[in-house]
């Protein structure tokens, strides 16, 4: 079983910045990918961003894509969505999810066994 937890939610402008963080706890020596998600009201949950654990390499939709960046820190247990430049579009709810096994494109929500209880982004303009 892995834990995850994320924080670093709340409202801000348009323009601004925040970085999520996804702290995970438990079996995470299986980890073969950690994954940001997100859901705003009324839609389904989309892809926001994935980084491979052996080998580091990132995957961002291309809506996000030199505004968001992905990270893990040196410990390699917690996470982070690092957001600039935020825009209304990005209100949502955002998940932090992890894959233990490949086979399945990292942007297909069913790649991930584990998911965070989400954090709130809102950005008003």
């Known amino acids: 079983q892995v834990q995850l937890v994320e924080s670093g939610g709340g409202l801000v402008q348009t323009g601004a910045s925040l970085r999520l963080s996804c702290a995970a706890s438990g079996r995470t020596f299986g980890t073969y990918a950690m994954g940001w998600f997100r859901q705003a009201p009324g839609k389904a949950r989309e892809f926001v961003a994935a980084?491979?654990?052996?080998?580091?390499?990132?995957y961002y939709t291309d809506y996000v894509k030199g505004r968001f960046t992905i990270s893990r820190d040196n410990a390699e247990t917690t996470v982070y969505l690092q957001m600039n430049k935020l825009k209304p579009e990005d209100t949502a709810v955002y998940y932090c999810?992890?894959?233990?096994?490949?086979?399945?494109?990292?942007?297909?929500?069913?790649?991930?066994?584990?998911w965070g209880q989400g954090t709130q982004v809102t950005v008003s303009s």
């Open positions: 999810a992890c894959a233990v096994t490949g086979g399945l494109a990292l942007s297909n929500r069913d790649a991930y066994r584990y």
């Open positions: 980084l491979s654990w052996s080998s580091g390499r990132t």
